[in-house]
Each structure stands twice: as C-alpha cells, then as structure tokens.
C-alpha cells in the first residue's frame, strides 16, 4: 500500500524558481499614454499642435479631477468660496446646525480643489521635456509658483513659451 501511494505522489522537483514579473512601465507612460509632451527643441510648437495637446489634458482632466478642469479651459482658478454668515443675531439653532454644515462642506471642497491643483501641477510639469522644463525653470516667478504648487501660473507659462 505505501509503494502505491508513493507511485501516485507527484515526485519531489526541488524548490520552483521564482516566477519573473513583466518590468513595470514607467507611471508616466501607463497615466499619461495618450498626453503629448510639450517640447522646447526648436522653439516655438505649432498653434494646431498645442491646441491638440492642450484638449487632450481638458478631456484627460475632467474626467477624474473637474474641480480644477477650469485652469486649463479656460485659464482661471476657481476655488470654492466661503459659506454667507448668517446676519441676524442671535442665530436660532436651525440656523447656526445649517452654517456649520455649510462650511465643513465648504472645508470639504477646498481641500479637494487644492488636492487636484497639485496633481494638475504635476500632471503638466511631468509633460514637460527637459529643455521646456529648464526655460520654465528660468521664469522670474518659477520660485513662487513653484513652492505654492500653483497650476494656473505653470500653465500660462507653458502656454507662453510654446506660442
């Protein structure tokens, strides 16, 4: 009976060889595959190639991050605005429970338009080839907008280089 069930058992192979994974893709080509990158090679980009580019991020943007798709269409930053107070005083207590949920929404918000502010910061400069990223780098007000990761003031002046 143990010669049967030493038969039947598979034999002993050794230790299986570690199983190789496909080498990862970089994060940039698997997000960012079907955005353009903005070069500064030969100057100035074609009008038609920008504008291509450009809808590209609109249509890529407000998709996932819509708070913060105005930058780029239409090149205005428009945060959430603060809730009215109430003006009667003293406030009743259906009053003062509706303010209070207004501005933790309002707190809500902000922290979710200055969250995809960033990423849109980083989605353009990570668009950016290396020459396009050094004549950025060389704008009196980089510093500032950088530090403030400032999506509006990179944008315009992409926008400004490329046209």
Known sequence: MDNERRAK????DGPKPPTRRPAKESYQSTIYADLDMFTYDNGRMETSQFITSRQKIIDHVGVKYHRVQSIIEYETANPPEPP???TAKPLSQIQTDRYNKEYSEYIRR?????TQATILYNLIWSLLEGTMRHKVQEDPEYAEYSRKKDPLKLWQTVKKLCL
């Open 9 to 12: 058992k598979r034999p002993y």
């Open 84 to 86: 009215i107070e109430p």
């Open 110 to 114: 902000k922290e979710e338009y200055n």
